[in-house]
């Protein structure tokens, strides 16, 4: 499987160095996911492999809440939501495919990395800027 936009390029940094590095891992994750789906014997490793990536998610995010705080943050409860709405989507998929419904590994790993592009090309730009401002503060 060749999924377009699958890698991390500068144009995605938000200027924090720690989500930047875990940004890089989880672009990282989705390229190994994308090529255990896309091997010979994929059935075999694909749920494993999706699990991790989605552990690894739910980690980053963790992460980044607690860069922020709620009572400054304008952005917290639409960032958080954001999260919410991606975790939920990836466990409904991993469900379906716990439960041997028929799933699409390609169809859950394009929307996987196009949900990331556009989180941290639009969300995650405001969390760095935020960042930033606190940064400079001496906060």
Not at 48 to 53: F, I, N, V, Y
Not at 95 to 107: F, K
Request: charged share 30%; net charge negative.
């Amino acid at each position: 499987m060749k999924l377009e936009h699958l890698c991390w390029t500068e144009d995605l940094s938000i200027g924090d160095a720690e989500i930047d590095r875990q940004h890089k891992e989880l672009f990282a994750l989705l390229e190994k996911t994308s090529e255990t789906a896309g091997g010979a014997g994929a059935d075999g490793h694909i749920d494993d492999a999706l699990r991790a990536l989605c552990d690894y998610v739910v980690k980053h995010f963790a992460s980044e809440e607690a860069l922020m705080d709620p009572a400054v943050y304008p952005e917290y409860d639409r960032h958080v939501q954001e999260h919410i709405e991606g975790s939920m989507r990836a466990l409904d998929f991993l469900d379906a495919s716990n439960e041997g419904r028929n799933v699409r590994a390609e169809e859950f790993l394009e929307f996987l990395v196009e949900w990331v592009r556009h989180h941290i090309r639009e969300t995650d730009q405001t969390l760095g800027r935020y960042l930033a401002r606190k940064r400079a503060a001496g906060a």
